[in-house]
């Protein structure tokens, strides 16, 4: 009992695709990894420093990373590129630039493109971060999540599952609260569930944010 399985990896193949796609040889894989992860920290630290968003939210649903010999190609899907893109080109070229510079790839090109998503609420990882802004801004739990889950359902989803644990409201004793709303058959492997985990670092602690999307 009580064997967890992150949903996304359980799908792949079925619904759910890599977010990176390269290939490596065995020795050299934890550097392809590592760099994965460098692009990804450098993207969203920029995307911080650079917007300041009213909302909270930076608005990354995903970022997918494709390698060739010679080309990197990064796709940032985002729930609202307005926030790059009011200076287009001059913010893609200078966010290229930090990347490169955090990576120094000397011989390989690096191409960066935005893609806007449609219905932003619908994705696991923007609803945490809007949960997250809200838990900062000291608003109860319950309020933040009944909130997001009112964007959910004009994304038009079946259902959704959020779980907030840690100290939620600065309380003594941690705990896990749990609400949900609709079907989310997680043992379905062809029910086209969306997750994301987010940690969030609060005046009390840190708090932790599961969420479980079910899609269309």
């Not at 796609?21 to 990894?33: R, T, V």
């Not at 909270?56 to 729930?79: F, H, N, P, S, T």
């Not at 913010?91 to 932003?120: G, S, Y």
Request: proline content about 3%.
């Amino acid at each position: 009992m009580g064997q967890k399985i992150n949903p996304l990896g359980f799908r792949l193949g079925t619904t759910q695709g890599h977010h990176s796609i390269w290939f490596a040889q065995p020795k050299n894989y934890s550097e392809g990894l590592q760099e994965d992860q460098k692009i990804r920290n450098c993207i969203k630290n920029y995307i911080q420093k650079h917007m300041r968003i009213a909302s909270g939210v930076e608005g990354i649903a995903r970022i997918e990373i494709r390698k060739r010999i010679d080309l990197i190609q990064v796709i940032i899907y985002m729930g609202f590129p307005k926030l790059l893109l009011e200076g287009k080109t001059r913010r893609i070229e200078e966010l290229q630039m930090n990347v490169q510079k955090e990576l120094n790839c000397v011989n390989r090109k690096l191409n960066i493109a935005i893609t806007r998503i449609t219905n932003p609420y619908g994705h696991p990882n923007i609803l945490a971060e809007f949960i997250a802004g809200q838990l900062k801004n000291r608003v109860s739990f319950r309020k933040a999540i009944k909130k997001a889950i009112e964007l959910t359902e004009q994304a038009d989803t079946k259902g959704i599952q959020v779980q907030i644990a840690g100290r939620i409201d600065g309380k003594e004793i941690a705990r896990v609260e749990w609400i949900r709303e609709g079907r989310v058959p997680l043992q379905t492997i062809r029910a086209k569930i969306d997750y994301c985990s987010y940690v969030v670092r609060t005046v009390y602690g840190v708090l932790g944010i599961q969420i479980w999307i079910f899609g269309e």
